[in-house]
């Protein structure tokens, strides 16, 4: 079946815009979450959506960023005034809810994020 | 604090010849840990996963895993490595208490010569 995808596949933006990333999970997956890929900081935790549960945030950077996900589905990554060191691979995996632990994540492709 | 080392940036290989990718951790209680593979502008593929049981696990493309409690240890093994296994392998343990919140060893650049 299909896998996790996600668009733009590469975004370049100015300095202070805003971007939008989309992701769209396994049907059927009701766990979702973001991660960061960039050189310094290897591959980090951003958000987790599990079911109808309020989103562990732990891991956003700062206040301009946010997510949601609409309907148990497609999840979408927002940047505000974005920065040169938002520039990284964003990665969205997803996965199913089993009682006590995850199960396995999913990774679709990423958007590779410029910020000039 | 929780957290995952693999301590070579990279491992160089013959093709053939077997295989070791190290992983060593840092959890509270009994851990749950993942090999991911991410090849060249792709993401990261599933590799296998230990939950519990049997300390050995087998996974995709003839990799496994053993899980070494004493050790804390979780190495990526494969006995003959192909040209093709060349690419970035990471280590993850899931977080305790944060169901969900993977945190990702730095990985490892595995380079397979002919």
């Known amino acids: 079946g299909a896998g996790v995808s996600q668009s733009p596949s590469n975004k370049v933006t100015e300095k202070g815009k805003d971007v939008e990333l989309r992701c769209d999970p396994i049907?059927?997956?009701?766990?979702l979450y973001w991660y960061r890929q960039s050189l310094g900081q290897g591959l980090e935790f951003l958000i987790y959506f599990q079911g109808n549960s309020a989103p562990d945030k732990s891991g956003l950077p700062s206040d301009r960023f946010s997510a949601e996900r609409t309907g148990g589905s497609v999840s979408t990554l927002t940047i505000q005034r974005t920065q040169q060191e938002d520039s990284a691979v964003y990665l969205c995996?997803?996965?199913?809810?089993?009682?006590?632990?995850?199960?396995?994540?999913?990774f679709g492709p990423g958007t590779r994020l410029t910020v000039l | 604090a929780q957290s995952v080392a693999q301590p070579e940036d990279q491992v160089n290989v013959a093709e053939g010849n077997p295989l070791t990718v190290k992983c060593t951790y840092s959890v509270s209680g009994n851990p749950y840990l993942f090999w991911y593979v991410q090849y060249p502008n792709r993401g990261l593929q599933f590799l296998l996963k230990?939950?519990?049981?049997?300390?050995l696990v087998k996974g995709s493309y003839g990799f496994e895993a053993e899980f070494n409690k004493s050790q804390t240890s979780f190495h990526l093994k494969k006995p003959s490595a192909l040209v093709s296994d060349s690419a970035l392998y990471f280590c993850a343990v899931e977080k305790r208490g944060s169901q969900g919140n993977l945190i990702f060893g730095k990985g490892t650049k595995l380079s397979v010569k002919p």
């Open positions: 049907s059927g997956h009701t766990a």
């Open positions: 995996a997803s996965s199913l809810e089993l009682a006590g632990y995850t199960d396995t994540q999913y």
């Open positions: 230990y939950i519990t049981g049997d300390n």
